[in-house]
């Protein structure tokens, strides 16, 4: 027995209930302890009283009643939100005004609620088998892939593939400083359209936390695994290390004539990417809101009509300048400056065909493959040391009309 409860032992029940009747009433409390001759201290009065038993509560272990803690009559206590065993120790904790939730934390209940979550895990688990279940998927023929499809299907294969669980990792978990492709929004595009084809396919065995609770479950993009729906005989489906391997030689054999229209698209769409991707890097180096992708994108196509990407990252860097002198002088607004920047960058470029500028690459624009893409498309296929990087989208397009088939 605490000792508090021992100075209260020569109170019968019904005084202790009257005590503490006339304690909640507002009484002094210095007079009920001159009244039932208590002798604590006055802040240690309510600590004092026994606890009382909660009508309707019983400890689902114990099948006792469970008990409170007396009340305080001024500000509320968390204690005063629980009831207790006297037996073990579980506790049942009431609803806090703020919505504050808490859960026992005796051995019982963590092995209850351990259990219920094992029973929850084992029907999401069926459900997001029985939703995302490939055996009704027939895989696709390697030789029916378009040429986009298959670079998309290299680069991702390059950067996520997991030889262990034999599938593509989440994009989340993606290890390594090496990319899909130049952003991430690019890599969400290329994953999508990749899945909408079919050619690949949510692994089921993905872990639950990537699968949400509706039903039918969604499967979030960034955190579920793949699986590769493609195969090399026309029946089974290709491992990916397989799968990588064939893509690998296919493209080494060099561009295809019916694939030229579609690599002059990769090659025009991989180049704008690198070079929105380099000044949305730089806006936000400088603390500058970053324009809508649709009109940076338009702006980076038409400089890449004349200018390399490593060439035109040295424009963006003088309108980049130029839109920070802009706020320096004139005290405009950082979202007013950055919309002056592709517009500047165009200007300059005509300037610089015009006056035959030379322009040098700045130090931070980009020098080699920084992704899985440009690796396949321009070191694999279209075999060009310098990354897609130091002439304009057209001059490696031209190469492609004297190629015959191989």
């Not at 999508?192 to 690949?200: C, M, R, T």
């Not at 026309?234 to 579609?262: T, V």
């Not at 060439?311 to 003088?318: F, G, H």
């Not at 610089?352 to 992704?371: F, H, K």
Request: a positive charge; glycine letters at 4%.
């Amino acid at each position: 027995m605490p000792n508090h409860e021992a100075k209260l032992q020569h109170l019968s029940p019904e005084q202790l209930e009257a005590l503490y009747r006339e304690y909640l009433k507002g009484e002094k409390i210095a007079l009920l302890l001159q009244r039932y001759n208590l002798d604590i201290a006055p802040g240690s009065l309510i600590k004092a009283l026994p606890p009382v038993p909660c009508a309707g509560l019983t400890c689902p272990y114990c099948k006792t009643s469970l008990y409170q803690r007396p009340k305080c009559r001024t500000a509320q206590s968390s204690k005063e939100l629980l009831a207790f065993c006297k037996t073990c120790d579980h506790r049942h904790y009431f609803a806090s005004p703020s919505n504050w939730r808490c859960e026992c934390t005796c051995r019982p209940c963590q092995a209850s609620r351990t259990r219920v979550h094992q029973e929850q895990a084992v029907e999401q688990r069926k459900r997001v088998r029985e939703h995302w279940s490939i055996t009704r998927k027939n895989p696709i023929s390697l030789q029916s892939l378009s040429i986009t499809h298959r670079l998309q299907m290299m680069a991702m294969l390059q950067v996520r593939m997991d030889v262990r669980h034999n599938c593509l990792g989440a994009a989340d978990h993606a290890v390594g400083d090496l990319r899909v492709s130049p952003s991430q929004a690019m890599d969400s595009t290329i994953l999508q359209a990749l899945h909408e084809k079919q050619l690949l396919l949510v692994d089921p065995e993905s872990p639950l936390e990537a699968f949400s609770r509706d039903q039918p479950p969604k499967a979030w993009q960034s955190k579920v695994r793949w699986l590769s729906n493609v195969s090399l005989d026309g029946q089974r489906r290709a491992s990916p290390a397989q799968l990588y391997r064939a893509l690998h030689s296919s493209l080494l054999e060099g561009p295809r004539r019916h694939w030229h229209d579609e690599i002059i698209d990769c090659v025009q769409a991989l180049c704008v990417e690198e070079l929105c991707t380099y000044l949305a890097a730089q806006c936000a180096a400088h603390g500058l809101p970053w324009e809508s992708a649709r009109r940076a994108s338009e702006a980076a196509a038409r400089l890449l009509q004349v200018h390399s990407v490593q060439r035109a990252c040295c424009l963006a860097d003088a309108a980049l300048q130029g839109a920070l002198t802009f706020i320096a002088r004139h005290q405009v607004s950082k979202a007013h400056a950055a919309s002056t920047i592709a517009g500047c960058m165009l200007a300059l470029s005509e300037q610089a065909v015009r006056e035959q500028w030379l322009l040098t690459p700045p130090q931070n624009a980009p020098r080699g493959a920084r992704s899985s893409l440009n690796q396949a498309l321009f070191g694999v296929l279209l075999k060009q040391t310098d990354h897609g990087l130091e002439q304009p989208p057209a001059a490696y397009t031209a190469l492609l009309a004297g190629r015959a088939d191989p």
